[in-house]
């Protein structure tokens, strides 16, 4: 290219001198921004004791959220304020909130361009600003740790689909949920549909079950409050809902691996991260070596893709103390955290770890989900490093009778849906299809 | 040929019995592939339909597909009752697969009577539920019950540390080798083990049960104590002339019975490692037996205690055990009262020796066994006391037997060993009123039948 145009010109300089000597504007500046701002090494990173006024400098630090809606178990003992307890919000989050950076050693109020309603107790990210005369850090910029790296998936050749489900919700007295939850499983064993429909099924190489197995219902406590002579020959309501789980995951165990998540409302530990059920409890089911009790969070390589995901207690409580509605939206920013789950042991229970943390994420997945979100939702995310990652949001089933169809080789995903038919309602209706 | 087969009996099902035939329950009920069911289905609809038009079939179909909503292709899969089947269709965007979900001869208002079918055959067939499925999974093959077990019992055990519960519950196997509960019964008699290895050896013929009966026999014989010393005299002490024949019989029987007695023994392990093995084995001595029957048992371990009471009824010894077991009841411990076997006693007849003999031999182990243990619980002693009865002649009988009874001195076993003729002065007193009491039951008891067993009121009918 610039060769070609060099070579045009006609005469050249082995002659004799001339007169006229040509001279060639130069193109002028079109545009020119300098981004290279990050490069720039006078900004340094410092620690809180270390801060001088008016210098600007990177902070890094954990946040802390002072929320005054946040329930807290010592005042509600405290007597001095008599006040009753508080009833349960959806959102603990209120004009008043302030931010609060914390290192080792140190912690700041923070004020600035940072979105205090939107961020949450446990982030850990860096800011950059200079401290106040009164006292607090003037944020001009923060940035988070973003997505890890990430190993790329094999690729495959045959389409391969994984199975998510959560939110079974059994021993909840949802007939409509029951026929769903048969359904699903007919889809998944083969016995339902059409040839076409059964082969595609039998590609199906695994189903997670994302946690709340049970319904909230089982985990009444009234038994407690009754007198003893009301509730003598009484059995818990788990029991009856643990049998029927049983018998579901026998039928979906002699089919397909399953791997079983606990979810809140079901019978192990309450802190994260929750230990898997005991197979006690699955005595027909876990006769089959196909059945697998996992933990919650849980991740696993699936024909060369990583998966991971919780059965939904970390983003739903982000969602309670921070402004962020679509829990897609807060899966992400998890992400992007790189910390799966930041408000515990703040607002969620945890197990205290000393020495490392098992919710940082050394390596992107290429799926991560999250289970019994209210809806269905999914998204590819890129990173900086061309990262991609498949996010899903797992809904309810005993709410929404949806479940979702990964597709390991293209990484999409669909919703699946299932629908038996009632008196009252009009059909389409009832199948989503109405206008 | 076979095709009308099918048809007839859907026409029955749907007919006559009136009963909703979804395409599983058919599959089940004849055994065929899902696929056929359905296939079977669709067609007995279109016979029946061209036979005669104005049929009474409702027919529920199974659809799904495809469509665009909220912005993503989702999948549906639905029940359609028939007249809703073309309104659906049309609304997908790609049809998946349709198929014949059940006939009935009713119209359904909801599909909830559909699920209820599907769910109790599927019940009933459980075992097997992907046997007529169009998948086969080649990996979920079930495990064998003995490897399932094996594996849920490490799991139990890796998390069982503190197994001291563990010995309370199941295997004998645990209790033989090793929670750390029953180590502690076995450690202490451990000396003591190959003195009983031979005892054992005499009882037991089977031998997984061994161990479990030397555990057993040495943690008796540590919570007995010194039953050594008078075991020989004693035998032959409590052998009264009409006691004799009675005690032959019971011990022949008692020998019949080990192998019972092995059997039983599972189960009184169970229970002996519980407690301090006195109170384990006093439990099982305190089903009524004769003072003989006791003593043997005690020597035996608590083998010879369950096959008594097993055997109690059988035989005779009704008012040998009349006596003791009120008495028993009050005092702790169980037969292993080391009775300070008073050597002397009522004329030792050479009595059935060879049953005896094992018995006696273990006699002098227990004494020794005691006394090094001495700081046990309390003990079972033999005491002599002397029982007035009523025999079946009408005669009142008075003999001088042992039985036993709880002492919580340890200086009582010092004595044993020393001299068993202080015992029963010592003794005396105590057993007296129990003799007394004892000896109006026995009255009644003698005039009783066989294995009734006395209750508390039957001192005031006699007086």
Known sequence: MFSEQAAQRAHTLLSPPSANNATFARVPVATYTNSSQPFRLGVGVKKLCELQPEEKCCVVGTLFKAMPLQPSILREVSEEHNLLPQPPRSKYIHPDDELVLEDELQRIKLKGTIDVSKLVTGTVLAVFGSVRDDGKF??????????????????????????????????????????????????????????????????????????????????????????????????????????????????????????????????????????????????????????????????????????????????????????????????????????????????????????????????????????????????????????TVLLVTVPDFSATQTACLVNLRSLACQPISFSGFGAEDDDLGGLGLGP | MADQLYLENIDEFVTDQNKIVTYKWLSYTLGVHVNQAKQMLYDYVERKRKENSGAQLHVTYLVSGSLIQNGHSCHKVAVVREDKLEAVKSKLAVTASIHVYSIQKAMLKDSGPLFNTDYDILKSNLQNCSKFSAIQCAAAVPRAPAESSSSSKKFEQSHLHMS????????????????????????????????????????????????????????????????????????????????????????????????????????????????????????????????????????????????????????????????????????????????????????????????LEPVPKTEPEPPSVKSSSGENKRKRKRVLKSKTYLDGEGCIVTEKVYESESCTDSEEELNMKTSSVHRPPAMTVKKEPREERKGPKKGTAALGKANRQVSITGFFQRK
């Open chain 2, 164 to 355: 001291s519960e563990t010995q309370a519950n199941n295997e004998l196997t645990t209790n033989g080798h090793g929670p750390p509960a029953s180590k502690q019964v076995s450690q202490q008699p451990k000396g003591i083990m190959g003195m009983f290895a031979s005892k054992a050896a005499a009882k037991t013929q089977e031998t997984n049960k061994e161990t479990k009966t030397e555990a057993k026999e040495v943690t008796n014989a540590s919570a007995a104590g010194n039953k050594a010393p008078g075991k020989g005299n004693m035998m032959s002490n409590f052998f009264g002339k009409a006691a004799m024949n009675k005690f032959k019989v019971n011990l022949d029987s008692e020998q019949a019975v080990k192998e019972e007695k092995i059997v039983e023994q599972p189960t009184v392990s169970v229970t002996e490692p519980k407690l301090a093995t006195p109170a384990g084995l006093k439990k099982s001595s305190k089903k009524a037996e004769p003072v003989k029957v006791l003593q043997k048992e005690k020597k035996r371990g608590k083998r010879v205690a369950l096959s008594d009471d097993e055997t109690k009824e059988t035989e005779n010894m009704r008012k040998k055990r009349r006596r003791i077991k009120l008495p028993e009841s009050d005092s702790s411990e169980d037969e292993d009262s080391p009775g300070a076997y008073e050597a002397e006693s009522p004329s030792p007849p050479p009595p059935p020796s060879p049953p």
């Open chain 1, 138 to 387: 003037l944020v001009e910029d923060y940035c988070f740790a973003d997505l890890a790296p990430q190993k790329p998936a094999p690729p495959l050749d045959t389409d391969r689909f994984v199975l998510l489900v959560s939110g079974l919700g059994l021993g909840g007295g949802g007939g409509e949920s029951l026929l769903g939850t048969q359904l699903l499983v007919d889809v998944v064993t083969g016995q339902l549909g059409d040839e076409g429909e059964q082969c595609s099924a039998a590609h199906v190489s695994r189903v997670i079950l994302a946690g709340n197995l049970l319904s909230h219902s089982t985990q009444s406590r009234d038994s407690i409050n009754k007198a003893k002579y009301l509730t003598k020959k009484t059995q818990a309501a788990s029991v009856e809902a643990v049998k029927m789980l049983d018998e579901i995951l026998l039928q979906l165990s002699a089919s397909v691996p399953v791997d079983v998540m606990p979810g809140e409302f079901d019978p192990t530990n309450y802190t994260l991260p929750q230990q898997p059920l005991h197979p006690c409890m699955f005595p027909l089911a876990t006769a089959y070596s196909t059945l697998q009790l996992v933990t919650n969070p849980y991740q696993a390589t699936i024909d060369g893709v990583r998966f991971l995901g919780t059965s939904g207690q970390n983003v739903s409580d982000i969602f309670r103390y921070s402004s962020m509605e679509d829990h897609l939206e807060i899966l992400e920013w998890t992400l992007r955290v790189r910390h799966i789950s930041p408000t515990a042991p703040d607002t969620l229970g945890c197990y205290p770890f000393y020495k490392t943390d098992p919710f940082i994420f050394p390596e992107c997945p290429h799926v991560y989900f999250c289970g019994n979100t209210p809806s269905f939702g999914s998204k590819i995310i890129r990173g900086p490093e061309d990262q």
